[in-house]
C-alpha cells in the first residue's frame, strides 16, 4: 500500500501530511490555526509557530494523517504508555500506542502512533477511515459491556500488533485496552479480533459476519 504523503519544511521541524488518512477531526485547526488553514494554499504553513507549538499540535491528530521531524534537536513524538482503543459513535476505532502496523504490499510492519481504523467497512482507503461511515449510514453507538477481568489486567503496555485479514477482521495481537464511547475502560486483552466489516452483531467485536455480508478487502 502507498501512500500519497506531501511534506512542508519549517524552521527546525518539517510537517508530513497523509490526505487519505484525514478525516477531519480538527484537532489540528483548532489548535494552531496560524499554521493550519484549511481556507489557504498550501493549508499547512510551519513558519506560523515554533517547533515545540507545532509538534505539540501535530500528535494531538487522532488519525496520524499529521506528523513531524525536527530538525533542530528538538524531541521526537512521546510514544504513549498505554495502548488503547477507543470506539467513535458511528464512526472508527481511535487507536494510540505502540503500534505496528501490517499493511497489505508492504514487507514490514508500519510504526505508528496515532490510527483511525475503519468500522463500517466501505472506506476507500483500508484499513483507514476516510469518512465513508457518513456516507453508508453506519450507525453503532460505541457501548462496549466490560468484560469480568478488565479491572485486574495488567498495564497496556508494549508493542501492539494490527493486522487486517484478508476479507476478514481486523486482528490485535499485544496489550491493549479497549474504551467504550463513555470513556470508560471496558476490556483489556492480549488478542482480539474487531470487526471491519461493519455487519457484526457484537461491535466492535468481530463475530464472523465478513463471512456472510460477502466483505472484501485486502
Not at 494554499?41 to 496520524?64: E, K, L
Not at 510504526?111 to 476516510?130: H, I, M, Q, W, Y
Not at 489486567?153 to 493486522?163: D, K, M, N, S, V
Not at 471491519?196 to 478487502?217: M, Q
Request: with cysteine; glycine share 10%.
Amino acid at each position: 500500500m502507498t501512500l500519497k504523503v506531501r511534506e512542508y519544511e519549517g524552521d527546525g521541524i518539517t510537517v508530513r501530511f497523509e490526505p487519505g488518512r484525514c478525516i477531519h477531526a480538527k484537532e489540528c485547526v483548532q489548535g494552531l490555526s496560524s499554521v493550519f488553514d484549511p481556507n489557504r494554499r498550501p493549508w499547512v504553513d510551519p513558519s506560523g509557530a515554533d517547533a515545540d507549538a507545532i509538534a505539540r499540535v501535530v500528535s494531538r491528530c487522532p488519525t496520524g494523517a499529521l506528523q513531524f521531524e525536527r530538525s533542530d534537536g528538538g524531541p521526537g513524538e512521546e510514544i504513549p504508555g498505554r495502548n488503547s482503543v477507543r470506539i467513535v459513535p458511528d464512526g472508527p476505532l481511535y487507536v494510540r500506542g505502540q503500534l505496528e502496523i501490517q499493511l497489505p504490499g508492504e514487507d514490514e510492519p508500519r510504526s505508528e502512533t496515532r490510527v483511525a481504523l475503519c468500522r463500517c467497512g466501505e472506506s476507500k482507503n483500508k484499513p483507514f477511515c476516510d469518512d465513508s461511515h457518513y456516507e453508508c449510514g453506519f450507525k453503532d453507538t460505541g457501548e462496549l459491556e466490560p468484560a469480568p477481568d478488565a479491572a485486574e489486567a495488567e498495564p497496556a503496555t508494549g508493542p501492539l500488533r494490527i493486522t487486517p485479514r484478508p476479507n476478514g477482521s481486523l486482528f490485535f495481537e499485544g496489550p491493549t485496552e479497549i474504551t467504550s464511547a463513555d470513556g470508560t475502560v471496558r476490556v483489556s486483552t492480549m488478542r482480539r479480533s474487531l470487526c471491519r466489516c461493519g455487519h457484526s452483531l457484537d461491535k466492535p467485536i468481530c463475530d464472523g459476519a465478513h463471512r456472510d455480508a460477502g466483505f472484501e478487502a485486502e
